[in-house]
């Protein structure tokens, strides 16, 4: 990146060699969707189904400068709790004693 082009705080960070990492969370249903299908004139088209509703759900970082990746899968539901449980995950990760 050309540091004409960055921030002060990104600057100040890449200066000091501190972190900046980017946190998101995503869930992904894994049943299709289903909206269209054919049957002949007169028949009731018929599609199978399990009936569950599956979803898998992550959480996610990246660091700006090394791209280092870190995910988390989860089992059960988003709330708060479980997104501080996973920055102090990833801030064990980074964080380095006398270091920002």
């Not at 501190?18 to 599609?47: C, G, M, N």
């Not at 280092?68 to 989860?74: A, G, M, N, S, V």
Request: hydrophobic residues 30%; glycine residues 4%; aromatic residues 12%.
């Amino acid at each position: 990146m050309d540091p004409l082009h960055l921030p002060q705080f990104k600057k100040n960070a890449k200066e000091e060699n501190a972190k900046i990492v980017y946190v998101d969370e995503a869930s992904f249903r894994q049943s299709p969707t289903l909206h269209e299908t054919w049957a002949p004139v007169s028949h009731q088209p018929s599609i199978l189904s399990t009936g569950q509703r599956n979803t898998q759900k992550i959480f996610g970082s990246v660091e700006l400068y090394s791209a280092d990746f870190l995910y988390k899968h989860r089992e059960d539901s988003f709330n708060h709790e479980t997104y501080v449980q996973f920055l102090d995950d990833i801030v064990g990760h980074y964080y380095k004693k006398g270091r920002r």
